[in-house]
């Protein structure tokens, strides 16, 4: 079982860069989220999606965008790179909103620089 | 507005000894309650949760978690660590009806030989 994939797993961008991180998932959950982990912080959530073509902001949705065109895929775009955005970023999803556990990819270590 | 507190940012425990992680939480009413596990250089996994009955909770790897509402409390105990028991460990709290599910700054574990 693949469960939830995220790419890449490490990236450096210069600032003012742009960049896509991918995630998909193979569990037909209809939730899936963008968490950001900064050290000492927990995770903060920057959007989420109860659906294909549904999206809202989470708590930290400034300076990120997302898409959801199929169930399976929710893809996080970075437009312009700041060194604020230096994180590690995790994808997950659930099977409903509140009440089941969130499954979480590897995670993704982005660098701005 | 719902929060998670843990007021430990690391612990070092010997190996065969019992452990307890501490959680505290915020909210008016009875929330959902989980704890999570992160390994290095992976996401979370779901060690248990609590949605309402029985204030103790069985979860993997022999962990337990006690409910205590007069406490706010959510704290999560081993009787007996393992060396692979070292890792970060997030306690978490979803408000029923809504979508976010928000997380404690995290408590890394040391296990000691």
């Known amino acids: 079982n693949a469960g939830v994939t995220q790419t890449p797993k490490f990236r450096i961008l210069k600032i003012g860069q742009s960049m896509t991180l991918q995630c998909a998932q193979d569990?037909?959950?209809?939730?899936m989220y963008w968490y950001r982990q900064d050290p000492g912080m927990g995770l903060k959530l920057i959007y989420y999606?109860?659906?294909?073509?549904?999206?809202d902001k989470g708590e930290v949705p400034n300076g990120y965008n997302v898409s959801r065109s199929t169930t399976e895929d929710f893809p996080l775009r970075l437009e312009l790179a700041a060194p604020s955005q230096t994180s590690v970023y995790f994808c997950a999803s659930s099977y409903s909103l509140v009440n089941e556990k969130l499954f979480f990819g590897s995670g993704t270590q982005l660098s701005v620089l | 507005a719902q929060s998670v507190t843990q007021p430990d940012i690391h612990i070092t425990v010997s190996e065969g000894a019992s452990l307890e992680l501490r959680c505290n939480y915020s909210y008016g009413a009875t929330p959902y309650l989980f704890w999570y596990v992160q390994s290095p250089g992976q996401g979370l996994q779901l060690l248990l949760k609590y949605f309402s009955g029985d204030t103790l909770v069985q979860g993997i790897k022999g962990f337990e978690a006690e409910f205590k509402r007069s406490q706010s409390s959510f704290n999560l105990r081993k009787p007996s660590v393992h060396w692979s028991d070292a890792a970060e460990y997030f306690c978490?709290?979803?408000?029923?009806?809504?979508?976010?599910?928000?997380f404690g700054a995290g408590t890394r574990l040391f296990v000691k030989a």
């Open positions: 999606s109860v659906g294909a073509g549904i999206t």
């Open positions: 978490a709290v979803a408000a029923g009806g809504g979508f976010k599910t928000i």
């Open positions: 569990m037909n959950h209809n939730y």
